[in-house]
């Protein structure tokens, strides 16, 4: 789910889709509770195709090579670490590829090694389509979404024509918010809390130390905070996220332990009780973290809650 800034111009609303799309048919906005027969928001300008990249290969790659995460592409116009884009060989074999370093004008390298063979001309594309917030729809107050409801105020109507030439309608969500939902913890912030885990991260996420693993802890104390009907972006206190973070992305690495069966049951429990421990301590059940008290950006501590609520 996306966040978009109240007030802020130039803003993007996107959607990933399965391949690369022909052709963007429309985009149409409507508040969650809005049925797709009223009126549509004039929310966006008309939405379009990424141009880049749009790129081919112009060496062999993946599979067979000598560094198969290695993509040997014509241009780098457009490609930017931390996204994902799709590779299709000649024989419309495809894979998702998440770049991680971007060697400009030569090459790319993936998270992942490539399992399938790469040859000259084979593509390399973004599937996005995207349009551009209105600056006055952004600007009015009344479009900013209800802060004490976790779930998205918006719902947004793609329709496109995919590759085969075939009409795709797909649903996408969104808020307007005053402060966007976001932590700041570094890969040395988990560290420091317990030394070593740098040096236990697995193969492919030493590249960006573990950042990748760290916005996902993030999402998950999002879903985390919606069991209890807490917005993300409602959260005054960003060390008291930035420390549930940390603690969930410790949490998600003991999980992965036992599960490939190098961890153990000790080690995954005593990390969810500290992780548990703080989330109840400062926001599920004590209620000592301030948060918004309404769509104006102010927040307050709230009352704790009653026995029978906890």
Known sequence: ????????????????????????????????SG??????????GAPAIETNPDTTFDANSGDGQSNPRVLNLASTT????GRKYLATNSTSESEWIEVVEINSGNSVTARHALRNAYASADTVES??????????????????TDDSDPNPGWRARWTYVDAGGTTRVVDTYFDVVRYKGQH???PIDVDCLVPGWLDSLPPEHREDRGAKLIDRAYDEVVLDFHEFSLPDEMIRNRDVLNSLVTRKAILLAEEAKVILGTGTPEGLDLADRRYQGRLDKLVKVANKTAVATGNSGAGSRPASLGFWEK
């Open 78 to 81: 457009g490609i930017a670490i």
């Open 35 to 44: 049925s797709d027969d009223d009126t549509a928001e004039s929310a966006f």
């Open 184 to 186: 700041t913890v570094q």
């Open 127 to 144: 599937t996005r389509i995207q349009a551009t917030v209105d600056s006055t729809w952004i600007a009015d107050s009344n479009n900013i």
């Open 1 to 32: 789910m996306a966040d978009l800034i109240y007030n802020q111009t130039g803003q993007l609303l996107t959607l990933d889709t399965w391949d690369r799309p022909t052709s963007v048919t429309s985009l149409q906005v409507w508040p969650m």
